[in-house]
């Protein structure tokens, strides 16, 4: 009796001391010229599994149009760094969900356990990996199917998993502009560390743009990476896991991504854990990648890509002559943005007696406290705003045009300067976006 109780002591003992380790990974976007987001996915889904995460314990969730698309010179393959024969990331990249079905709600209800597919299953006990890259503004983030994923439903669905026991410690890797805006809540001792590639007041970068996007001597017409999102993944390629603390990596990583400012959020605590305790470590090394050379500001990469390959091409070649028309089409795509985020300021400044207040609603970065009031009206321009076929996004929102989510923020840090209710600032939003219209570049579509 007395020996059995020892014995069943000393297996939950174990069982403790046996945490099992976990990981989700989520790609945002879409389209070709996307490509460095479902590259960096599917890189980190390859680190993952060489680190020993059972397959069981890992979920992708990508739109997954890229690597066979006929813009992509290595159909079936894709690359997250240059070179003469870097590794095809796309090789056993096992997607558990694809197209359609990647949506915010998705990402929710799988790292809840609440999906009806595969699904975290996490304990207690566990270590749980959450990794995200695409596009983002302060307080959203982009999903390929919409809706947005809002800085409150992130909150909430951290909560929940808090509440459900669902891991001892989380560590969550975020590569968006402004995502330095999207963990507000959490606190010092609740297990959960955030690592962000930007602050909440600037863009992230792609990396291995324009002429370092070459694999095998060929241009690949599109950035390879992300340069916070390339720069963790090789430092983890280097097989140090098992004796690299996660802020050593935090330290090189901030040093390298030098063109915006890595942030931590949450619980210092789980900075002092081995990577390998989120990712068990090989100690196996990785051929060491070229540097992350030609980052972009990700707000200006689909212009500036398409600059490239005019400058590029061949002269009076047929891909220069469509390379000017997607030129030009990037370029009156993001004028319409321009255009349209101005007249939601004149709209709501138009009753306002106050020197420069388009200007000042246009450029202020007031802190994003009203999370209910931006909400909404995030909501209102996903859902009434026109949708740009250039971009590919599913509502309002786009890549570019995301970064004025900071003058939502103003206008509901500004109500009282505004003299205008939430309601009232939807009102304004409807008006600058009338619903149903739609533009940019069906052509391009694939
Ligand atoms: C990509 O193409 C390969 C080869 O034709 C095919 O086996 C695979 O199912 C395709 N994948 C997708 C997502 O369409
Ligand atoms: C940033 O890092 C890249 C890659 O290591 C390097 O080529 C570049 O010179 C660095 N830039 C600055 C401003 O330090």
Known sequence: MAASKILAAAATLLGA??????AVIAAGSKGFFNYRHQADACHAYQVMKKSGIPEDHIILMMEDDVANSTENPFPGQLFNEPGENPPDVYAGCKIDYR?????????????????PGKCLKSGPED?????????????IIEFPNGPLLHVK????TLDEMKQKNMFKQLV???????????????????GILAVTAANSQESSWGTYCESSAKVKGKDIGSCLGDLFSVNWMQDDDKG???????????ATVSKLTNKSHVCVFGDNSVEEETIGDFELGTGESA????????????????????IYAWRTAAPGSAEKAKAWKTMMKAAADRQFDEDLFTKMAEHACADVNLHDCVGKFMRDRAELKDIDCHYSLSGQVFGQCPVSLFHRSPGGWNGYNMKYSQMLVNFCEGQAVLGKSTEDLRKVIAK???????????????
């Open 17 to 22: 001391a046996e945490a099992a380790k976990w």
């Open 240 to 250: 140090m896991m098992s004796s690299e603390k996660i802020k050593d990596q935090i």
């Open 287 to 306: 051929v060491e990648a070229p540097p992350a050379e030609n980052s972009v500001d990700v707000r200006d990469i689909y212009l500036t890509q398409s």
């Open 99 to 115: 197209g359609r079905d990647v949506t915010a709600k998705l990402f929710m209800d799988v790292l809840t356990g609440k999906a």
């Open 172 to 190: 969550f890797y975020m590569e968006a502009c402004e995502s330095g805006s999207m963990f507000p809540q959490l606190k010092k001792d609740d």
């Open 432 to 446: 600058a976006c009338p619903l149903s219209l739609s533009r940019g570049a069906p052509e391009l579509l694939v």
């Open 153 to 156: 439903e992130l909150s909430q």
């Open 127 to 139: 270590h749980v990996f959450i990794n995200f890259v695409d596009h983002g503004g302060v307080g």
